[in-house]
Nanobody
Framework: VQLQAFGGGLVQAGGSLRLSCLAS????????MGWFRQAPGKERDFVAV????????LYADSVKGRFTISRDNARNTVYLQMNRLKPEDTAVYYC??????????????????WGQGTEVTVSS
């Protein structure tokens, strides 16, 4: 599976961005898909995850109520809608695929495949 994330950019605090992650392959709907982020000088953090069916989601407390993860299995794409952005949301955002088929994962080492990252900068 190859993942390509895009949609990052520069936005003012309070603004919105939508990230997309396009996956290759025919088994996209069997993967849970997650978003992670890594701010400069910090560790990579979990942001959100969505089940293969799209029916189940989990969010980090820091983004709950502001970010929405969704997916379109017909387009092999997962999205992260980010609203009410804050300067502390500034990071490189990565999408990842988990093929295990178990519970929704928050840890990066539970994901098999990673995209290249897209940079989000939120100015104050």
């Amino acid at each position: 599976v190859q993942l390509q994330a895009f949609g990052g950019g520069l936005v003012q605090a309070g603004g919105s961005l939508r990230l997309s992650c396009l996956a290759s392959g025919r088994t996209f709907s069997t993967y849970d898909m997650g978003w992670f982020r890594q701010a400069p000088g910090k560790e990579r953090d979990f942001v959100a995850v969505i089940s293969g069916s799209g029916y189940s989601t989990l969010y980090a407390d820091s983004v709950k109520g502001r970010f929405t993860i969704s997916r379109d299995n017909a387009r092999n794409t997962v999205y992260l809608q980010m609203n009410r952005l804050k300067p502390e949301d500034t990071a490189v955002y990565y999408c990842a695929a988990d093929s295990r088929g178990y519970t929704l994962a928050r840890r990066g080492d539970e994901y098999n495949y990673w995209g290249q990252g897209t940079e989000v900068t939120v100015s104050s």
